[in-house]
């Protein structure tokens, strides 16, 4: 087996925190500062109280979104000696997986509005899944080869498909 860690990108990490930050703050000034003097007004109408529902609800979103992306897509990924130790890229907490745990990995695109990022899902006998996307490891491209070449399977490209509201459907989930 050869030994290959995987490169973390911290300034994605940190414009994530960034985000989940100012939409923090855009919330609660929205709640304590914007409300209650919208309220207090008298010229309050029905476009501006929608509007300021839109907004709490979208910042809302934005919240939960970013909250999500930054305590779940933290891994750092080393293969050494047959095992994977699969690493908290912030708290450090580390755990160990065989490499007979793994049932292999696959290979996807999502599209974005800016640019379709690949993606490397591995697949643990478990049921449980590392999903490693494009932009978080800056030696993403070797990542594929180095796999398997420590033994896990290529199980195929799958499709992205998303299910609402925000997960997505996995081609070797059930197999």
């Known amino acids: 087996m050869k030994v ?6 911290y300034l994605i990490f ?16 929205l709640i304590f ?8 007004s008298n010229n309050l109408n029905f ?3 929608i509007g300021l529902l839109a907004g709490l609800f979208l910042a809302a979103f934005f919240i939960y979104r970013f909250a999500k992306l930054l305590l779940t ?11 994977l130790k699969r690493s908290d890229a912030i708290i ?4 160990i997986i065989n490499v007979e745990d793994i ?14 990022f690949k993606e490397i899902i591995i697949y643990l006998n478990s049921g449980e899944k590392i999903e490693l996307p494009q932009f978080l490891y800056w030696n993403f ?35």
């Open 4 to 9: 290959f860690k995987l490169k973390y990108n």
């Open 14 to 29: 940190g414009l994530r925190l960034l985000s989940f930050i100012f939409f923090l703050t855009l919330f609660f000034g």
């Open 33 to 40: 500062i914007v409300a209650p003097k919208t309220l207090q």
């Open 47 to 49: 476009k501006i109280f």
């Open 73 to 83: 897509q933290r891994n750092i990924l080393t293969f050494v000696d047959g095992q």
């Open 92 to 95: 450090k907490k580390e755990s």
């Open 103 to 116: 049932k292999g990995f696959s290979l996807t695109r999502y599209p974005t509005r800016v640019w379709n």
């Open 141 to 175: 491209s070797d990542i594929k080869k180095k796999l398997e070449s420590n033994g896990l399977v290529f199980l195929g490209g799958e499709p992205f498909r998303w299910r609402f509201p925000d997960r997505r459907y996995y081609k070797f989930e059930g197999e």
